[in-house]
């Protein structure tokens, strides 16, 4: 990733000009306590792009927002959590009249309003919730940072923790801010946006350019997460840029200026992928696989991501073992093109380096270093192919029992 | 699968003519309660097949022992348990000198030795334990069933169940026996033969005929059997036929003795794949997908292994949710050609029969019914497509705590 410079600031999908956003208890979720129904809404029409998954069973949502988005503009997500509206016969009726309701009440086009749920697969919607609560939330949207945490907090399912970044920094010498929110947990596995993830930015930026950039950023963030090896059928990535920024519009890929946005757009893009991963169903550990020296970029990806999808190296690292033969044994079947005898692992945390193979055998070291290095939570599993000039890494979490309890009775 | 006439009986690999077996606890492992070290051996050189993991990153003795069974023939299998002596420098030289042992002291070529291990991988193995255990193996080899069942046990790792199944049959009128012991458990996925196992038979068959019956049988076996969707480094799966049932030998593969004996085959394979299924570990359940209505024979396959293979599915099998939304999800990832709009979903146990969708929409059922019908220990996850005319099963078991468990500190 190029050098950037970039500066943390609070309000999430608020903190960037001419955004509101808020969440309610729409009635969705049984439980009151929750809230179920999340509004991001810009001030004006926006440019905007979006990336959704690649799974053929896709939910209603997703399909209207794709056919939304082809435009290249929006103004407003709705995003409800409790029901996907995935695989019943009315999904589409379904999105479709929360798109009219939405649009007919703020008076914009049907096709500038972004749609998406999360949930159970399967079960019929009941949108009045949904339609009953479009007026309370828009005397509720707050353009502060309460505003994106309410909306942040709604989209949530099994996560732990709203997920919520934002940063300013400088596109041709004038201050631009993005920020995000998104939610992940289950069903999480490249490719694609994988989860649920809105983005908003003032920064002038043409819609075609936008959609070139976010390709940019999912490619090396979203893209390389794994939480359980299962494409969703709802996975969404939306941009919304309002231009307020005061930038000369960014039209071509070519410039300097979609450098910087593209890498900061990138950089928050990865903020969430890490907190999507470290979040993972009953996850206790994020897991990182760097892969250096591999024969193409497409192996390299490969090799990182069958390490962190593999069942018995995400048991071992939940259970502190470093039981690196998992990790070989995963390159191995990985598909991509390796040289066994090659092959160098090194475990890494807070706690300090482990190497444990080198050219693919084992490599003397201390059990009880080892447990402290792999009791940390966050855990870099370095594998040096030896082989090439290729590098990635892919992002994942542990396996744990949490991760069974949690999905055993997932609908109750 | 084609009808044939199959007897069970007893004696595992110790059925057919010509064969003595026996398991021993040699000190690889240091509970001095769990078996070891097993042996197979026939009286007189056997015509011999292989199959093999397809991982990159394979065992010494699955090298070895591919080498040696190049020629076809084979007349001893020599495996133990404890570590798979995998990864590490002097593999090779471990297998090698095993073989050279066990040949001197039969006073048989080298290459006509089956040389396999199983457990943890990068852990230089000691072999004196095997080589001392060599002469108390030979004078305690047994040509009944206990024989067999000694060998079945020591090759068993996680496995909770001992795994032997021998039948009886006629080729050309002749009775011809045949009989495998296998071990599962951990990092069970397609491809290959997907775990140990070894088969005997007194069918006189040339090793070229045998080889390709054996293809045949671990196609819709072993290769569509998923625990975990770890390959593992060692996978191994041998035939050796004495010859001693007086048949005509099976020189081709067009006659119908061929026929007779591939089925037989196949059938052994498929009690000892769904033996490894239901024996997954921290399995509870027994799941089988039937994919039917496919556009080919690949995207049947495809579509049937993403579903036993689905994380999700597999948690909520093992909380008996009838959640089929996880299911048309796992379809839809598969990367098989689909149309969404015309798939049925039903499972099946020994409780009934219970759809849930049609049409790729959901279709009412009684919770408590699904329930049932979900408890059981073996279910069926009937997937039509409506879109073809292929078929295809795979066979996995449910996720579980215990897995995680297992899994979790598998070194200690």
């Known amino acids: ?57 896709f939910a209603a949502p997703v399909g ?24 019943t016969p009315d999904g589409y009726e379904k999105a479709n009249a929360t798109c009219a309701a939405l649009a007919e009440t703020l008076g914009i086009p049907e096709d500038d309003v972004i749609v998406c749920s999360t949930g159970v697969i399967g079960l019929s919607m009941d949108i009045s919730p949904i339609l009953n609560g479009i007026p309370t939330l828009l005397s509720s949207l707050d353009p502060t940072a309460v505003g994106s945490d309410k909306a942040a907090t709604a989209i949530m399912t099994t996560d732990t923790k709203k997920k919520e970044f934002s940063y300013s920094f400088e596109v041709g010498g004038k201050t631009v801010k993005i920020g995000g929110i998104c939610k992940g947990s289950g069903m999480i596995h490249p490719n694609m946006g994988t989860m649920l993830c809105f983005i908003t930015t003032d920064c002038a930026i043409s819609s075609s350019v936008l959609r070139t950039a976010l390709l940019y950023a999912v490619k090396d963030t979203y ?101 690196w033969g998992r990790i070989i044994c995963a390159l191995g079947y990985s598909g991509a093109d390796i040289d066994t005898s090659k092959i ?5 945390s807070a706690e300090g380096v482990l190497p444990v193979c080198k050219n693919g055998g084992s490599y003397p070291f201390d059990e009880d270093f080892a447990k402290k290095v792999l009791t940390r939570d966050k855990i870099e599993i370095n594998c040096d192919m030896n082989d090439g000039e290729f590098a990635a890494s892919a992002f994942g979490c542990d396996l744990t029992y949490e991760y069974v309890r949690i999905n055993g009775d997932y609908r109750s």
């Open 1 to 57: 990733m190029e050098k950037i410079n970039l500066t943390k600031i609070d309000g999430g999908v608020c903190a960037p000009l001419g955004f509101k956003a808020y969440g309610i208890h729409s009635g969705l979720r049984k439980n009151t306590d929750r809230l179920d129904l999340a509004m991001i809404k810009a001030d004006k029409q926006c440019t905007a792009a979006g990336v959704f998954t690649k799974n053929k069973v």
């Open 64 to 87: 209207v927002t794709r056919e939304h988005l082809e435009n290249g503009t929006a103004q407003v997500v709705i995003c409800n959590s409790g029901n996907a509206n995935a695989c």
């Open 223 to 323: 893209n390389m997460v794994t939480v359980d090896g299962d494409t969703s059928t709802n996975d969404t990535v939306t941009v919304m840029a309002s231009g307020l920024a005061g930038n000369t519009e960014i039209c071509c890929t070519e410039c300097e200026e979609y450098k910087e946005f593209a890498e900061a757009l990138k950089h928050l893009c990865m903020d969430m992928a890490l907190a999507i991963a470290a979040d993972g169903e009953g996850a206790t550990k994020l897991l990182i696989c760097n892969v250096t020296g591999a024969k193409s970029d497409d192996d390299a990806r490969i090799l990182a991501k069958a390490v962190v999808s593999s069942s018995l190296v995400k048991t071992a690292m939940y259970g502190a073992d470093a039981n």
């Open 344 to 348: 160098n692992i090194t475990f890494v």
